[in-house]
Structure formats: structure tokens, C-alpha cells
């Protein structure tokens, strides 16, 4: 098979290096890719958005699957355009990933159709937001409508800071058209757990549970970022609470984008809190997480291309049970200067583990996430630049492998977390 993987990032690239080591694949690219990638896969000097140059490509090169890492391909409609040119592709289509598009949809479909989730109010302008805001009680949760790279969401935990907050995003427009309208929720207190699932549309194949950290500083501080780390199997989440999630969250998600005429099909990620009041959906992705993917691909046993191509061809209910190595994954997420807000880049990556294979196994990885070659040095081109990935017999010990590596590789301006995993 050739495959083609769209995207940059580390989730990109963990799940390149997952799909390498299929039996069944001839041939790996990636558009754009990055310079981890570079090691499994060829890359393409193609961007994520350019679908109409993804679609000639993947044509001319009898492409048998195109995987879309980022959601901004999947809520432009790449998947539209790929079946129309009779080309297989993994995720939803334009329609379906609204549910990660816009959280106005997402809150209102949820609401129809009694799922659980925090109380909202949409507002669709800044005076609007203004008045309501001033008769609500704090901490709240504000989100931009669209998409926003996984910083639109704030919790305020003051009055002036959500009135500031809001001005920034409705007035001074820091997203974008993304901040049209703004969804104000319920602040739910509570464990947060990531939990994603493939569907056809008609079958639904639960993974193991993550958790990532979405604050960028230790005890959950500081501004929210796209996540700095996560880790794999949730201890919290028992197999009846498994059950709970599927039984009255996933399953009947699935059905509510069927009854809406958005069949979906692909991968659909769940970020849930697991509060006193319930369980509750905090929000939906229509693609991999990232970083949860990272240690979700350390711990996948079982070969992912036919899962994925069982998705597509929707002969999801053939497949054999997923398998999983039974030893938790760690991901410390190291980051740029100035991130989130200014991230800076261009800075020279050191250390032999950032920048070849060697000494990089199937139980330890440093995938590439915001990473450039240029004059043949690896340098920092996003704000989150690598994500340090171990598996071990036990949480500790993954942790430890994780971060001894982390201390090996050099940047200036590096940052990452002290607590990933922690005492658990």
C-alpha cells in the first residue's frame, strides 16, 4: 500500500511511525511533514491546507489511503473533495466535522439530543456577552466558536478577566472570524480524561483512555496551550466507567450525527470531565489528539493500518478486538520561547536524541512536532517543538525514561513540565 499522512506535527508523527512499521505498507509520504517524519516517511513540500495540490498528488501517485493529522483540512472539506475524486481517506467529512468546527453546533447538538454537558449561553455579540456576563456567577469557561489551534478556550476566574477575555476575542478579534460568536459554560471541577474512538458511522472501536495537561505551567497554572503532555492507560477509569462513557456519550453521539444527516466516520475524540455532578462532554475533536496520541501509538499492539482502512471501507465489525501493550506511555511535551502567546523559532535543536534515530526504540521516541531543517540543522518552528515518548513497566519508570531524555536535548528557551504522570 502507499499511504499518504497530511500534517507537521507530533501527532503526525507518531502516527507515521506507527504506520512504518506495518507489514502492508510499500510506500509512506507526508504533506508537508516534518524533519522526524523525514525518518520513516518521504515529505512532500505541500501544506496541510493545500488540498487541491494533496488531491493531484495522491492521484498521480495511486494513493491507497490519505490519513488527515490537523482538523483545518478535515473542516475545509478534504474529505469531500478526496471521495469525489473516488480517493479513500481517513476522517469525516466537511458536514461531520463541524463537531469540532464550531462549539455552538457541538453544545446545541448535545442539548437536542440529551448528552451530557455544562450549561452554555451563546452569545453573538460583544455587548451581548457583556450583560450576560455581568449577571453570572464566576469561575466560567469562554470559547471562541471556530477553531482557534487549541487556544480559544479560557477559564476566567474573575469577572474583569472574563470581560477582558471576551473583548479580546469579540472586539479585537485574536482568532479571527473563530470568535463570531462565543459560547460561555459552566466551569465543571472534576479529573479530565481523553478517551477516542474509530466509527464508521455504523460500528464504533473504543481506544484506551489518555489524559493530557492542557495548562502550561506544573498544578495546572498558567494559560492553556494545545497540551503539554499526556499519558496512557487512566487509572481512574474503570471498565464500568468505560462502559458509562461509551453507553452515554460516544454511542449516542454517533447517533445524533446520523440522525443530523452528518454520518461521521474517522476518529472522534471525547475530552470529558469526570465531575461530581457526572460525566460530562468538556468538547469533541474530529481527528487524532495531540499529545495523546503519542503514547496511544506506544501502546497500540495491534497493526493500525487495517483499522484505519476498516474505517473507511466500513468493515469496521470485521476487524479483531484492538490489542494493547499492557505498560502505561509517557509524553513530555518540550516547547518554544514565549509559548503560548509568541512562540519563537528558528533556535538550533542539540543532542543526538532530538535529531537522529539512534538510540530510539519501540518503547521510546522523540517525535518531532514543531521542527525545521535549515542549513542542515534542526531547528524550532512552532511553539510546541517535541513531545519525549517512553513506555516501561510502570508509570515511574516511564516517567524517568521520559524525562532523562528530555534533559539530553537542547534549545534555547526550552520549557516543558516538571509533573506529567506524577503520583499516579
Known amino acids: 500500500m502507499k499511504i499518504l499522512i497530511i500534517g507537521s506535527g507530533g501527532r503526525e508523527h507518531a502516527l507515521a511511525w506507527k504506520i512504518s512499521q506495518s507489514p502492508l505498507v510499500k510506500k509512506l509520504y507526508a504533506a508537508p511533514g516534518n524533519p522526524g517524519i523525514a525518518q520513516v516517511a518521504e515529505c512532500l513540500p505541500i501544506a496541510?491546507?493545500?488540498i487541491g495540490k494533496i488531491k493531484e498528488f495522491a492521484l498521480s501517485e495511486k494513493i491507497d489511503l490519505t490519513v488527515v493529522g490537523p482538523e483545518q483540512p478535515l473542516v475545509s472539506g478534504i474529505v469531500d473533495e478526496f471521495r469525489k475524486a473516488g480517493l479513500k481517506i481517513f476522517g469525516p467529512t466537511k458536514a461531520a466535522a463541524e463537531l469540532e468546527g464550531s462549539k455552538v453546533f457541538t453544545r446545541e447538538l448535545l442539548k437536542r439530543f440529551g448528552i451530557s454537558s455544562p450549561s452554555f449561553k451563546v452569545v453573538a455579540s460583544l455587548d451581548e456577552a457583556m450583560k450576560y456576563l455581568t449577571?453570572?456567577?464566576?469561575?466560567?469557561?469562554?470559547?471562541?466558536?471556530?477553531?482557534?489551534?487549541?487556544?480559544?478556550?479560557?477559564v476566567c476566574e474573575h469577572k474583569d478577566i472574563a470581560l477582558d477575555v471576551?473583548?479580546?476575542?469579540?472586539?479585537?478579534?485574536i482568532f479571527g472570524d473563530s470568535g463570531n460568536k462565543v459560547v460561555i459554560e459552566e466551569f465543571l471541577s472534576g479529573q479530565e480524561v481523553s478517551v477516542l474512538s474509530l466509527t464508521d458511522g455504523k460500528t464504533i472501536a473504543v481506544l484506551e483512555p489518555a489524559r493530557d495537561y492542557k495548562r502550561l505551567m506544573d498544578d495546572n497554572k498558567g494559560p492553556n496551550t494545545g497540551g503539554m503532555g499526556a499519558y496512557s492507560p487512566v487509572k481512574f477509569v474503570t471498565p464500568k466507567m468505560m462502559d458509562k462513557i461509551v453507553g452515554e456519550i460516544i454511542v449516542p453521539t454517533v447517533h445524533a450525527m446520523h440522525s443530523s444527516s452528518r454520518p461521521y466516520q474517522g476518529v472522534l475524540y471525547a475530552g470529558l470531565m469526570v465531575s461530581p455532578a457526572g460525566i460530562k462532554v468538556l468538547e469533541y475533536n474530529v481527528r487524532f489528539g495531540d499529545p495523546e496520541t503519542q503514547?496511544?501509538?506506544m501502546r497500540l499492539k495491534s497493526d493500525i493500518v487495517?483499522?484505519?482502512m476498516a474505517v473507511v471501507e466500513q468493515k469496521l465489525d470485521r476487524i479483531k478486538?484492538?490489542?494493547?501493550?499492557?505498560?502505561?506511555a509517557v509524553c513530555v511535551v518540550m516547547t518554544s520561547k514565549g509559548y503560548p502567546a509568541s512562540p519563537r523559532t528558528g533556535d538550533e535543536i542539540t543532542g543526538q536524541l532530538a535529531n537522529r534515530p539512534t538510540g530510539q526504540t519501540k518503547d521510546f521516541q522523540v517525535f518531532h512536532a514543531g521542527t525545521a531543517l535549515k542549513d542542515e540543522k534542526v531547528v524550532t518552528s512552532g511553539g510546541r517543538v517535541l513531545g519525549i515518548t517512553a513506555r516501561a513497566k510502570d508509570f515511574a519508570s516511564a516517567r524517568q525514561k521520559a524525562y532523562d531524555a528530555v534533559k539530553?536535548?537542547?534549545?534555547?528557551?526550552?520549557?516543558?513540565?516538571?509533573d506529567i504522570a506524577k503520583n499516579i
Open 48 to 50: 496541510a491546507n493545500e
Open 135 to 154: 449577571k453570572v456567577s464566576m469561575p466560567i469557561v469562554l470559547k471562541a466558536d471556530g477553531l482557534a489551534s487549541g487556544k480559544g478556550v479560557t
Open 166 to 173: 471576551v473583548t479580546r476575542i469579540m472586539k479585537d478579534k
Open 295 to 297: 503514547p496511544l501509538m
Open 306 to 308: 487495517p483499522l484505519l
Open 321 to 328: 478486538p484492538i490489542e494493547w501493550h499492557n505498560e502505561p
Open 408 to 418: 539530553q536535548i537542547s534549545f534555547d528557551g526550552a520549557f516543558y513540565r516538571t
